[in-house]
């Protein structure tokens, strides 16, 4: 399934389209307002993953955990990105990085008591 990007013709927002969407008649969700979709862009370069940013964030927060100064905003905002997007697996690993920041935080307050 061929991709290319989409430009609403009303507010120029851009999106990513399979090839079977071509002459179909859609709602722009960002303006609200019907277009067909025509294949008048440029193809969506092969590399370009839109849920390779979620994924990345995903991996750093379960990595970068020990550090304090990232320990609590990768997690919330890989988090907050995959649930817009309803990318799962993001979903999955940014819960499990903010998880486990919290229980390091709570370690670290209580190594501090001591």
């Given amino acids: 399934m061929a991709q290319f990007i989409f430009s609403c ?3 120029r927002q ?10 179909q008649n859609v709602t722009c969700p960002n ?6 979709i025509q294949r008048s862009l440029q193809p969506l370069p092969a590399s370009r993953d839109p849920n390779l940013v979620m994924l990345i964030l995903g991996i750093l927060s379960l990595i ?7 320990t609590l905003p990768i997690p919330i905002i890989g988090f907050i990105m995959s649930y ?3 990318y799962r697996l993001g979903i999955i690993l940014n819960t499990a990085g ?11 307050m209580l190594a501090a008591m001591d």
């Fill in 84 to 86: 817009n997007k309803n």
């Fill in 98 to 108: 903010f998880g486990v920041s919290i229980l390091w935080t709570i370690v670290c």
């Fill in 9 to 11: 013709p009303f507010c």
């Fill in 14 to 23: 851009q999106f990513v389209v399979a090839d079977e969407m071509i002459g």
């Fill in 64 to 70: 970068l955990w020990i550090i304090p100064l990232f």
């Fill in 31 to 36: 303006c609200r307002n019907v277009s067909a």
